[in-house]
């Protein structure tokens, strides 16, 4: 029974870790302007601070105005300093 259920546990996280869009030359300047770099920033920022409290949002849920106003409410939960919240808010528009 056990080796089944871990099984099963490593495929659901798995299915997780993935949903999650990797920035690529594609994304940059797609709707907002963003390097590379930045919305690498902005992934890893999100990915690590944004699936504390809850599961990560998708990127593309949201239009660009209603992610300004969850960032609002969101950074200052999740402690990010004001430029930290600008890349998370690039890496999301941008998808
Ligand atoms: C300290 C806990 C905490 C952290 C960290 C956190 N959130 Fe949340 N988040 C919540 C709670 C609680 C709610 C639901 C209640 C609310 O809207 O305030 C929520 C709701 C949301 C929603 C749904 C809002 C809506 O209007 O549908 C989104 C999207 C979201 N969070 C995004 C983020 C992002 C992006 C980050 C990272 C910058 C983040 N959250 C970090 C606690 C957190």
Redesign the pocket.
């Known amino acids: 029974m056990k080796p089944i259920l871990i099984a099963l546990l490593f495929v659901a996280g798995a299915a997780c870790t993935t949903q999650l869009y990797v920035p690529t030359e594609a994304n940059v300047n797609k709707v907002t302007q963003a390097s590379l770099v930045e919305l690498q920033q902005g992934h890893d920022l999100?990915q690590n601070?944004?699936g504390?409290?809850?599961k990560l949002?998708k990127p593309g849920k949201?239009s660009k105005d209603?992610w300004t106003k969850?960032?609002g409410?969101?950074?200052p939960?999740?402690k990010?300093t004001t430029d930290q919240?600008e890349l998370?808010y690039k890496f999301?528009v941008n998808n």
């Open positions: 999100f601070k944004c504390k409290c809850h949002p949201h209603e969850i960032l409410k969101m950074a939960k999740a990010l919240s998370v999301v």
